[in-house]
């Protein structure tokens, strides 16, 4: 069974230092590109309430005084879902239900659409089994929604609104011991399971985008015994359908999708070779996928992986994850699409030992954040700002 990021969190990251890191990128926007790219990732310390560990998974971005960002806190042993807001100065725990038993519940995404509607989603355990777990903002609190669960094990791993009645949200669920893709949709008044494609003997999604309502793209991986590969997926208004996607090595993974038009996607992840993780991102052009060099910065042996992808423009987007350096230390990892290529930038790294980010979003080129997770006594909350 491949990952999923309803696990809560890749190995979280450590501080050593101030989060008040900057690192300066190089490079302006090419020609061709929609706008001037943000200049310089700083550290920006969101609260960690819990006493034990505290992962930000998902993060949504409306304006630079409007963003979120979700996870999971434990503390003593109980987990609680974990959601943040920035007004522009600073990060605030706003509180969000967590049902189930308080052994496993956890939000892995937030997304938002230009109205400023926002949604949340992941899971929870009540002691019988893992439900799924849809939050939505009313404007003053976050409220838990009525979901379709389909056996004993459900996880959402992605939420995308196109409009106040039209949503998206994706992942697997388990049926007689078997992972199938989920997708449901929300029309303004309920969430519906949604027929899509099963390839593989297990599947499932990790990611979704939207562009309008007849464009939407779902990311993931289907597996057989012997090997993992790329699943993509694509709603065109009528039916979910496999898409021909990339698969270079017989372990690829995909985790992260991004969409600007019809003719400009993302899919982000992983590839393995020589036994190594190292970065993989496919783009569509409006007729196919094709895999694109990206940097796998890890050094001999060392793995690199991407968690998720946003995207401004054709000429514009980012890539975080993290990679692996000698003696057992994990970095944050960013990469940056010019209209040319992927380049590495640097971002700050509180431990220099154990850091990491999950998730980024953007409202505009000069507007991104990227959340995650890193360690000192505890694990901690993660929040990186560039503009």
């Not at 959601?83 to 049902?99: C, F, I, K, L, N």
Request: net charge negative.
């Amino acid at each position: 069974m491949t990952r999923l990021r309803q696990s809560a969190g890749r190995p979280a990251a450590a501080l050593a230092g101030t989060l008040a890191l900057v690192a300066t990128l190089t490079g302006s926007a090419p020609a061709g590109a929609a706008a001037t790219p943000c200049e310089a990732w700083t550290g920006v310390p969101p609260p960690s309430p819990g006493a034990t560990a505290n992962h930000l998974l998902g993060t949504a971005v409306l304006s630079p005084c409007d963003a979120w960002a979700v996870g999971q806190s434990v503390s003593n042993g109980v987990t609680s879902t974990l959601t943040e807001h920035w007004d522009g100065a600073t990060w605030t725990v706003v509180p969000s239900p967590s049902p189930g038993n308080g052994t496993s519940v956890r939000l892995v995404s937030v997304r938002a659409d230009s109205t400023g509607d926002v949604w949340a989603v992941g899971s929870y355990f009540n002691g019988t089994g893992t439900f799924n777990l849809i939050l939505r903002w009313t404007g003053t609190a976050w409220i838990q929604m009525p979901t379709p669960n389909l056996g004993s094990a459900n996880f959402l791993q992605a939420v995308k609104p196109v409009s106040a009645n039209n949503a998206w949200t994706v992942g697997t669920y388990s049926s007689g011991g078997v992972f199938k893709t989920l997708i449901m949709h929300w029309d303004g008044i309920n969430w519906t399971q949604m027929a899509s494609p099963n390839p593989g003997p297990t599947n499932e999604l990790e990611s979704v985008a939207a562009t309008s309502a007849t464009n939407a793209w779902a990311v993931g991986i289907s597996s057989t015994p012997t090997a993992d590969q790329t699943l993509i997926l694509h709603w065109d208004g009528a039916a979910w359908a496999q898409v021909p996607s990339p698969s270079p090595n017989s372990s690829d993974d995909l985790f992260g999708v991004a969409a600007t038009s019809a003719t400009n996607a993302w899919a982000v992840g992983n590839t393995v070779q020589g036994g190594v993780d190292q970065t993989l991102i496919l783009r569509w052009d409006g007729t196919a996928w094709a895999q694109v060099p990206s940097p796998s910065p890890g050094g001999p042996g060392m793995g690199s992986d991407l968690s998720g992808v946003v995207a401004t423009s054709a000429g514009n987007a980012w890539a975080v994850g993290s990679y692996r350096v000698p003696v057992n230390a994990k970095l944050a990892l960013a990469l940056h699409w010019d209209g040319s290529n992927w380049m590495q930038v640097p971002t700050p790294n509180p431990s220099g030992a154990l850091d990491e980010l999950s998730a980024v979003a953007a409202s505009s080129a000069s507007n991104v954040w990227a959340v995650g997770s890193y360690e000192s006594a505890s694990e901690l909350a993660f929040a990186i700002h560039c503009c």
